[in-house]
């Protein structure tokens, strides 16, 4: 069985700010039909699971306006167009104030395909060692911990941890790496 493709007839941005755009295009779905399909385009993202000579995993804890809540994620962001392993040192860097000399691609997600195609690229970080330099206060991350790989297992398991990229790089590091 071969789904047909999607065909846009024609696109156009009806919202756009630094982060993001909104696009509304017109449509004829796979089956035929005539319809309205709105995309968020965005940059791609970065997920860093950074990790320690003796394999524990460092987390963040966030605070979120879009879910106010407040909950354990690995370092994450925006690659603003940038080369992907570049942002996510950026990143880390920022975030934890960690850095690396032995960087893994584990290779991309999609982030919500329902209603973007952003991706994220999932990079683990080894042998990870602290700097001076974060801007933890300002990306409203109130606290930083280290979970053995078991351990980030179960806290998923109970709902500890949440964030889909997040569990999706624990994931691709379970499947790719010796923890």
């Known amino acids: 069985y071969c789904m047909k493709n999607w065909i846009t007839k ?12 909104i696009r509304e295009d017109q449509v004829i779905r796979p089956d035929g039909t005539d319809g309205v399909y709105h995309v968020m385009d965005r940059p791609s993202v970065v997920v860093i699971v950074p990790i320690t000579k003796n394999g524990k995993i460092y987390f963040i804890r966030i605070n979120r306006y879009t879910t106010k809540k407040t909950r354990w994620e690995l370092p994450a962001g925006s690659s603003d167009n940038q080369n992907e392993l570049l942002a996510a040192k950026r990143e880390l860097k920022e975030e934890t104030g960690l850095t690396s000399n032995r960087w893994v691609s584990l290779g991309t997600i999609e982030v919500a395909p329902g209603m973007t195609g952003q991706l994220a690229y999932i990079f683990a970080a080894r042998n990870v060692k602290p700097t001076k330099e974060n801007k933890q206060k300002e990306e409203n991350i109130d606290k930083m911990l280290k979970f053995p790989y078991k351990i980030v297992v179960e806290m998923i398991k109970k709902g500890e941890i949440v964030n889909g990229p997040t569990i999706s790089a624990i ?4 499947l790719s790496l010796d923890l």
């Open 10 to 21: 024609s696109s156009k941005i009806v919202y756009k700010n630094s982060r993001f755009s």
């Open 171 to 174: 994931m691709k590091v379970g």
